[in-house]
């Protein structure tokens, strides 16, 4: 179990995670034309982008999105005279970045903590849409007690920018008039303070987590979903012992067919651990594609929402599925109830 401490964000709907969370949960999007960026057919590109940030590379715009929620975490009470390591979301190497802008990143949020937060061991986790929610798994196991470890989470991610606008294209990934089944580039950086199981009731937490990965033997087709069925039913199994069903769900859904077709196949398998009474929650529908950003800025909405009376179940689930490396993650928040002591 890990105990929530403090949470930060900046996305193209709100600069710090209040006002993102806010604006997401009053069905605020942030999804416009671009005004330089052009498909092949020769039409404009809709994405979702931080207008703030000029910079044109996706490494650059990453390590500021970044920057700005350290700097929102790092705002929070409480936050701040810790010792932790730090677990670091960011996407597989791809056009737009690469080895070095992963060093470069790095050291930029090492000097953003700066003397905050006493930083021992530094991780990079490279699992694209279940990086964020690998990284809070990882941060649960180094949480726990005998271990007793904070971690400071950072995720993002940046598909504005004109090497990955090529690249996903190149892929038949881009959503344009010819391919209706693309995803909407986006962009976003959240970060959060994980700690032991806190003693002072009514602190959110991770309470269960589960991490499978997908191959050719365990599932023949990528649409039948059985990995992240596993992971799905991994994470909830504590609750399901007790017989708590999960009300609220977070998918990484963004357009692309085989990703909502192994989402529902899991589902089915998963359903009896949920007691769905609303839509799926879908961050890309107010954001875009954000990639390695997307599971702990999901945690980041969950949090938030319970404690402005937007979900008003006690645990929320948050799943994700790697579109290169097979990664499939899930994992289970207790959000208390309702309000957080660290605010």
């Known amino acids: 179990m890990s105990a929530i401490l403090g949470v930060g964000a900046c996305t193209p709907i709100g600069l710090r995670a209040d006002s993102a969370a806010a604006a997401y949960y009053s069905d605020i999007p942030n999804i416009q034309i671009h005004p ?18 000029e910079r044109p590379r ?38 737009g970045f690469d080895h070095e802008d992963a060093r470069g990143f790095t050291a930029k949020i090492r000097d953003c903590l700066g003397s905050a937060i006493a930083l021992g061991e530094v991780v990079m986790c490279q699992h ?38 090529d690249w996903i294209e190149a892929d038949q990934r881009l959503k344009t008039e010819e391919n ?24 959110p937490s991770i309470v269960g987590s589960g991490l499978v990965r997908e191959t050719a033997d365990a599932a023949p087709g990528p649409y039948l979903g059985r990995a992240l069925s596993g ?5 909830t199994d504590a609750l399901a012992s007790r017989q708590v069903p999960v009300k609220h769900l977070f998918v990484d859904l963004n357009g692309e067919i085989w990703r909502t077709d192994s989402f529902g196949n899991a589902l089915v398998r998963a359903s009896p651990r949920f007691a769905l009474e609303e839509s799926f929650n879908i961050l890309a529908n107010r954001v875009g594609e954000t990639g390695a950003a997307y599971g702990v800025l999901a945690a980041v909405f969950a949090v938030i929402g319970r404690r402005i009376g937007m979900l008003d179940g006690r645990h929320a689930c948050i799943c994700g599925s790697s579109s290169r490396s097979g990664a499939r993650a899930a994992v289970v928040l207790d959000l208390g109830e309702g309000t957080s002591p660290w605010v």
């Open 128 to 165: 694209d849409q279940a990086g964020g929610v690998v990284t809070l798994a990882m941060a649960m196991d180094r949480n726990a007690p005998g271990r007793g470890r904070h971690c400071v989470v950072v995720a993002a991610d940046s598909y504005v920018g004109a090497d990955t606008l």
């Open 58 to 95: 996706e490494a650059d715009r990453m390590a500021m999105l970044a920057t700005a929620a350290v700097r929102d975490l790092l705002a929070q009470p409480g936050v701040g005279g810790q010792e932790a390591d730090l677990l670091l979301a960011l996407p597989a190497y791809r056009p």
């Open 180 to 203: 209706p089944f693309g995803l909407i580039p986006g962009e976003a950086a959240a970060a959060m303070l994980l700690g032991p199981p806190a003693t002072r009731p009514g602190t």
């Open 231 to 235: 992971a799905l039913l991994g994470a």
């Open 36 to 53: 330089r960026f052009i498909d092949a057919g020769g039409q404009r590109v809709s994405m979702a982008f931080v207008d703030a940030i």
